[in-house]
T-cell receptor, first 113, second 115 residues
Framework: KAGVTQTPRYLIKTRGQQVTLSCSPI?????VSWYQQTPGQGLQFLFE???????NKGNFPGRFSGRQFSNSRSEMNVSTLELGDSALYLC????????????FGSGTRLTVV | DQQVKQNSPSLSVQEGRISILNCDYT??????FLWYKKYPAEGPTFLIS?????DKNEDGRFTVFLNKSAKHLSLHIVPSQPGDSAVYFC??????????????FGKGTLLTVNP
């Protein structure tokens, strides 16, 4: 069965621009979570969506937002990009959001210049 | 405040020997712990987990030990193989409430297994 698909794989943006990343979960999974990985901070939780509702949010500024569609696909948006937003953005899907069911995608590598 | 800590950024072992990766946590609400393995340019892959009601869980060459009183867990890989070379992340969650629906990760330990 198909895994978690994240697009695009790589992205280069200029400071001040905005960006939208996409995540297609495993078929049947209704929960999608987003994480940011940076060399110094490891993986940090951004937010989790279940049935189009955000259930949990991490400690990130309001420039980071997300949404989930009725088919469970999710997008995250970062506005007014800063150099420090350069990171690997990972999406994970699970049937119901419980931590024992997560499957991660390969991530989107965002570089802000 | 980092709630999950992996104090060793890197570890190097010889093929065939034991690899021991350590993880400490501070949040008493955590009741489920996981280890993930990550290769460059790939997402983390689930390796093994343990519930707080247990103190040991084994899966082939991988064993996770949990010491609740010390808020410490460790991953043992025996015997280590060159293909085990990767970054290992420890993660924790609160299944019974608190910070549910999310994982709190450590910063990772880069394991290098030398042939």
């Amino acid at each position: 069965k198909a895994g978690v698909t994240q697009t695009p794989r790589y992205l280069i943006k200029t400071r001040g621009q905005q960006v939208t990343l996409s995540c297609s979960p495993i078929s049947g999974h209704r929960s999608v979570s987003w994480y940011q990985q940076t060399p110094g901070q490891g993986l940090q939780f951004l937010f989790e969506y279940f049935s189009e509702t955000q259930r949990n949010k991490g400690n990130f500024p309001g420039r980071f937002s997300g949404r989930q569609f009725s088919n469970s696909r999710s997008e995250m948006n970062v506005s007014t990009l800063e150099l420090g937003d350069s990171a690997l953005y990972l999406c994970a899907s699970s049937p119901d959001g419980q931590s024992y069911g997560y499957t991660f995608g390969s991530g989107t590598r965002l570089t802000v210049v | 405040d980092q709630q999950v800590k992996q104090n060793s950024p890197s570890l190097s072992v010889q093929e065939g020997r034991i690899s021991i990766l350590n993880c400490d946590y501070t949040n008493s609400m955590f009741d489920y712990f996981l280890w993930y393995k990550k290769y460059p340019a790939e997402g983390p892959t689930f390796l093994i987990s343990i519930s707080s009601i247990k103190d040991k869980n084994e899966d082939g060459r991988f064993t996770v030990f949990l010491n609740k009183s010390a808020k410490h867990l460790s991953l043992h890989i025996v015997p280590s193989q060159p293909g085990d070379s990767a970054v290992y992340f420890c993660a924790a969650s609160a299944l019974s409430g608190g910070s549910n629906y999310k994982l709190t990760f450590g910063k990772g330990t880069l394991l290098t297994v030398n042939p």
